[in-house]
């Protein structure tokens, strides 16, 4: 091919050109083929969902739910699991009949709760390809009503005591399911990010402890819910249940190859808009998750476990009793994890993990452009995190007042592109305060500009791209970076095309467009098959009748080489 032709390239593959139609593009010699869409029965009593309408209430709970995000794959005993998150609804497809898209009964609010949160599923591959196996046991949706534990240092706390649950320690359902992650014990991590959205108030004046009150502030939690949750469900209703909230915006633990598991919320892990979570082990075995906080201006964490990971050995306790640190980045391409203790923050210790948003404003870490996936690679103690873009950077502070001017490794007024920040810890040990930092790449537009805005140098006329958001990095440590961004194709974001997939060589800073998918869509979630033969991808959001001609439906495609050779 081409790209090999050149000699220095790694991929496999020749770069394909951006699109601006309504289908998935993948490169010569590889296909495509959807694995499951929303709505396809996981279950043979879900069998005839309809979705044309809608779908039913019934069964909601049975069949693959909406907005595919992050997922992980799993091996257990010979079966091939995936966990995968549905983040968030598409009221006009999934309520068509909603004024404004707004629930006209509790039973529409129910199929909203249903078709969110996680699917475990187990897939096997046969001659006709990838197919989801219907009744496995292994199947299991997870929603917004599914029972969970809640542990960590804030479990018990008086600010997560509702009235349904006295003692804190019980919640129900996980919300807004973004990235995701995977432990090495193999548990599959659930991100709650946008849960703010879920809460709204049947009494606009409603006066709350102040402490409530600034959190609610911090964290956007208004009057006005998006889905209108409260009008039937009293639980999502801030004047009712102030302490609801607190419950939600944290990381979720679940067991994928035990369907009769209770989900555990990981307060250790800190509570704000979480994107993903990514799991390494320091040189000593202690656990390390690197976390972003998916807002203009917020932060990016990290947690580090007391205890040590041995494999075989006990995991309980691992994510609930360690330390909660901020990404302190200076100018001069060094950095600093800082601690959030109260030392640091003048906080109390559930308080800092109930409320990480002011722990990290009071210990000084570095505001960022939207911290979205962060990827650590398998051959190399590095990390990356996509910063997506920031039309506030440099124009207005966050919510809780923190200075956003331009900054190291958010150089940009009004970010609009996005970049990737990496950082390479202190003796290539993840657990190590300090590490050094670049930029891996600037995304912008060369042919529009020639300032910042043109993007680094290893952005060109051939490989435009913005706002990147999804990032895995394969067994050979190649970076996969997807794309939620602005797909119109003009003015600055001419030639950029639909949202898309394109992969990064870490050393030589190439990047190369893989994967385009269908217009209005973003491009979210990657996992592969145990014999890295195949790549699943999530498809989020389509804009235009994809994949078969009828209602929109996000969907999971794998992608194989015609060849049958691994791809990542
Ligand atoms: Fe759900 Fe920040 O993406
Ligand atoms: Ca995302
Ligand atoms: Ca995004
Ligand atoms: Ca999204």
Redo the contacts with the bound molecule.
Sequence with gaps: TSAQAQGASRFAFTPIPAQTDGTVHVPEGYDWKVLIRWGDPLFSDAEGYDITDGGPVEKSDRVFGENT?GMEAFSYRGHQLIAVNH?YPNRKINLPAAQEGKPASADDVRKLQNIQGVTVMEIAEGPDGWTVVKDSPFNRRIHHNTPMKIAGPAAGHDLMKTEADPTGTRSLGTLNNCGAGKTPWGTYLTCEENFNGYFGSSDETASYDPKVADGFKRYGIKAQSWNGYELFDPRFDTAKNPNEPHRAGWVVEIDPTDPESTPVKRTGLGRFKHENAAVELARDGRVVVYMGDDERGEYLYRYVSNGIYTPGGETEGLLDDGTLYVARFNDDSTGQWVPLTPETTGMEPAEILIFSRMAASKAGGTTMDRPEWVATSPVAAEAYCCLTNNKNRGVKPNAGGDDTSVNGPNPRQSNKYGQIVRWRPADDDHAADGFDWDLYVMAGNPTVHSDAYAGSDNVNAGNLFNSPDGMMIDSTGLVWIQT?GNDDNEGDFAGHGNNQMLVGDPVTGEIARFMTGPTGC?V?GLTWSADRRTMFVGI??PGKNWPDGGTPRSAIIAIKRNDNEVLG
């Design positions: 995000d983040e939620d973003e979210t989020q959001h």
